[in-house]
């Protein structure tokens, strides 16, 4: 079972831009830990830049203990969001918003904001990542 946030930029970029483009989102990615969410991880699809990350509903409080005691911040889908808010800004650069449940684009981040109804897609998985946390539940059994 598998759900991922995708994230792709509304119109073609050079490749010598894109390059800048994954340097900085590596570079505000490094110092968490992504045990709630996949970091943003960008590839170049046909002009594109683009990628999906999966929230983790469920991070193992193990983890997340040793990523603490290391000084590493946990990646959250919100850390996610606004790392593609920081190089829409930088950048000048506009992103499309989705999910595998929607249908198509659920917004953008344009001028480095991001749109409410990503904001409250986001919230809403957040909110659920924080009460199925609080479960003893391994969603790969269901």
């Not at 469920?58 to 996610?80: N, Q």
Request: overall charge negative.
């Amino acid at each position: 079972m598998g759900f991922s946030v995708a994230y792709e930029t509304a119109e073609l970029i050079s490749p010598a831009l894109q390059r800048e483009m994954i340097a900085v989102t590596n570079e505000l990615s490094s110092g968490h830990a992504w045990l709630s969410c996949e970091p943003p991880l960008l590839m170049n699809r046909g002009g594109i830049l683009g990628g999906a990350s999966k929230p983790n509903f469920s991070p193992h409080p193990d983890e997340l203990a040793a990523a603490k005691a290391a000084g590493e911040r946990d990646g959250t889908l919100s850390d996610l969001i606004q790392i593609l808010c920081s190089v829409s800004s930088q950048f000048d650069v506009d992103w499309v918003i989705s999910h595998d449940c929607s249908n198509g684009p659920l917004g953008c981040i344009r001028c480095g904001r991001c749109d409410p109804e990503v904001q409250d897609q986001c919230q809403v998985l957040s909110e659920l990542a924080e009460e199925l946390g609080g479960c003893d539940l391994d969603l790969d059994d269901l």
